[in-house]
């Protein structure tokens, strides 16, 4: 309807001698609706150039929350020399933790005795007795010493504690050490056999034939007594060999047959000797040197001749 408006107005306007008051009326309404028009027609073609703009945005991808956001790892710091330096926690916890070390006790215990070159290891939960405790010891045995001459001094003397064999007829058993100085290396070689210093009802121990055992460099002669009282029973082994100029008594002894209260159980002695002579194996007899006397002889100083006058 707008166009055939524009239309009159052209048609009217190409034949102005017949215009007339209505025609400018129409010519007047004919612009208005082409200014009006062509408003219509300039909005309708903003509102189409948005609609493609809105189609043409639509149709682009639309990112959404949901994608996961790609971060790049961060790398490692460097430590520099320009780097603070670190917090005492940190310095704590880099050094080293040092764990308390224990140190137990060995199980065996050493004896050596300088002036007459005697060492040998024990059990340290045995009993050691030296110098007159060892003499007591030995002495108060029914089966004492077994040189064929007096003169025998007790070094030590090593003692199986009861709490080995409890509730058992374990009477007694030890390890002793004796030498003699007044003994040639033949004297050394026999044992007293019979005739140690025992108590008149006890009956004499039986000897055994010696015999030959080598400890190392070192060789000894062996004898074996044994000696009954009732039910006591006493048993010993003899070891003689000569060093340093002098006779070694190496003995072990057992005793069983003590009545207890408990009623105890009877110990076999031939275990117990083992004990005994573990301690013997390790028996050495170290060169004594016997000690220097300087001989203070008279210094005597001669005069020199006097010299003839040369001629």
Sequence with gaps: MNRINLFRTKKVLST????????LD????GKTNFDKTASTVAFAAVLIVCSIAVGCSSDKPVSTNNQPVMTQPTPPAVNTPTSAPATPELQAAAKPVHKKIVHKAPVNATYADKTSGVSFQYP?????????????VISSDPA???????????????AVPETVYPKSDLASAFFDVSVNKALTAEQCGEFAGGKPAVPADTAAPAAVPPSKLMIGDMELQSSETLASNGSRQEAAKYFHGF???ACYEFALKVATGVETDEGGKHVDREEVFQRLEKILATVKINPVTAPEVAASA??????SAPATPAQ
């Design 124 to 136: 340290r939960k045995y009993s050691l007795k030296t110098g007159d405790a060892a003499e007591e």
């Design 144 to 158: 004492a010493m077994s040189f064929v001459q007096p003169g025998g001094v007790a070094i030590a003397a090593v």
């Design 298 to 303: 008279p210094v005597t100083s001669t005069a």
């Design 26 to 29: 129409s010519v007047s309404w």
């Design 243 to 245: 060093a340093n100029g």
């Design 16 to 23: 102005p001698s017949r215009i007339t008051p209505a025609t």
